[in-house]
């Protein structure tokens, strides 16, 4: 569930103007928050032998080896960025993030949110009732932490914004 911060991007981008060290000191404390869930979320992934058969890696060919399903590389595929990312159609920009850069963690996230997937979908671990239309890995991490995570993220920019403020009055 993401929570709105108006000015955020502009406190960035002041703090690494005046205060790069307060910059690397945010972005540190960020990075400290999402490294459980990202850690939890690679707890979730199931290995090769629990998923549905022919999707693993020695059965696919050609074009379809790239989407081939690999434990190892999907964990190593679920990382967290803190850098801003680019504006969505709506405007609005992820200060950090959690993804799954793996075409395979990708989908198996992702499968089944909208459509049942015919034979394919229904083959996979269940969404639970909780995750429904939501995911399966980092999704689900976030759903046990982020009772935690948000307020820990808002309380970093909130005390980076402040400690700007202090050095800012005393120059």
């Known amino acids: 569930m993401p929570a709105e911060v108006r000015g955020a991007l502009e406190l960035r981008k ?19 928050i999402l490294k459980p869930i990202t850690k939890e979320a690679k707890g979730f992934v199931p290995t ?29 595929g679920i990382g967290y960025k ?18 799954n850069r793996s075409a ?13 997937g015919g034979n394919f979908i229904p083959r996979f671990v269940p969404m639970t009732e909780s995750s429904a239309g939501r995911g399966r890995l980092i999704f689900q991490a976030w759903r046990k932490n982020n009772a935690k995570a948000i307020p820990a ?3 970093a920019i909130q005390s980076s914004a402040d400690k700007l403020n202090k050095t800012a009055s005393v120059r």
Request: net charge positive.
């Open 14 to 32: 002041a703090l690494r103007n005046f205060a790069p060290d307060l910059a690397k000191e945010t972005r540190k404390e960020i990075a400290g």
């Open 48 to 76: 090769n032998e629990q998923i549905i058969s022919g999707w693993t890696v020695e059965k696919q060919k050609g074009a379809w080896a790239r989407v081939a399903y690999d434990a190892g590389v999907v964990k190593r």
């Open 82 to 99: 803190t850098s801003p990312s680019k504006p969505n159609k709506q405007g609005f920009v992820a200060l950090a993030q959690i993804r």
């Open 104 to 116: 395979a963690g990708a989908i198996y996230e992702t499968a089944g949110r909208k459509s049942s």
């Open 153 to 155: 993220v808002l309380k």
